[in-house]
T-cell receptor
Framework: DGGITQSPKYLFRKEGQNVTLSCEQN?????MYWYRQDPGQGLRLIYY???????QKGDIAEGYSVSREKKESFPLTVTSAQKNPTAFYLC???????????FGEGSRLTVL | AQSVTQLGSHVSVSEGALVLLRCNYS??????LFWYVQYPNQGLQLLLK??????LVKGINGFEAEFKKSETSFHLTKPSAHMSDAAEYFC????????????FGPGTRLSVLP
């Protein structure tokens, strides 16, 4: 079945370590997105990519980095510069046919 | 620019009662509007969407929403709540299929009481 796969589901890291969250889609969508979700704050856009080898900062890009070398993949790196990285991270892709976002199951990062 | 407001961060209803979750939007272009549902520790799942066709939109699990341009609203309703409806609900607006922006509201947590 087509969909979006995020891994790992749960991740624990020490302060000062970079971590990379994986996002893979087989929906043949051009656009992909990373959101951060904190309790009571809804979804905040970190980065998005409209096409391979191109991406733009969202509202809270500081302390994060991304790459888009392949259409199917949009990994997110949470760097040590991110001051409060503990959160639930959601990856999504967008259908140009219907305009809707499709989401992965999320990755919960806890920094100890 | 686009924005979404959801009145009520937490709504409680009794099982079998009407569910009404409110969403108001602002958009400088004809909007596409969406309702998503999220269960704990999961991603978001599309409930229904409005994309400039019929103003009354029916979705999954018995939910529906009505687009009212004059009120800039897109409220979500369900005639009879079920325990399994307890979840977080997000309203979202975008500028169409090719719009880059996809703006979410802050969410409303629905509790269903037995």
């Amino acid at each position: 079945d087509g969909g979006i796969t995020q891994s790992p589901k749960y991740l624990f890291r020490k302060e000062g370590q970079n971590v990379t969250l994986s996002c893979e889609q087989n929906l043949n969508h051009d656009a992909m997105y990373w959101y951060r979700q904190d309790p009571g704050q809804g979804l905040r856009l970190i980065y998005y990519s409209q096409i391979v080898n191109d991406f733009q900062k969202g509202d809270i890009a500081e302390g994060y980095s991304v790459s888009r070398e392949k259409k199917e993949s949009f990994p997110l790196t949470v760097t040590s510069a991110q001051k409060n990285p503990t959160a639930f991270y959601l990856c999504a892709s967008k259908s140009l046919n219907t305009g809707e976002l499709f989401f992965g199951e999320g990755s919960r990062l806890t920094v100890l | 620019a686009q924005s979404v407001t959801q009145l009520g961060s937490h709504v409680s209803v009794s099982e079998g009662a009407l569910v009404l979750l409110r969403c108001n939007y602002s958009s400088s272009v004809p909007p596409y509007l969406f309702w998503y549902v999220q269960y704990p520790n999961q991603g978001l799942q599309l409930l229904l969407k409005y994309t400039s066709a019929a103003t009354l939109v029916k979705g999954i699990n018995g939910f529906e929403a009505e687009f009212k341009k004059s009120e800039t609203s897109f409220h979500l309703t369900k005639p009879s709540a079920h325990m399994s409806d307890a979840a977080e609900y997000f309203c979202a607006v975008s500028g169409g299929n090719y719009g880059q922006n996809f703006v979410f509201g802050p969410g409303t947590r629905l509790s269903v009481l037995p």
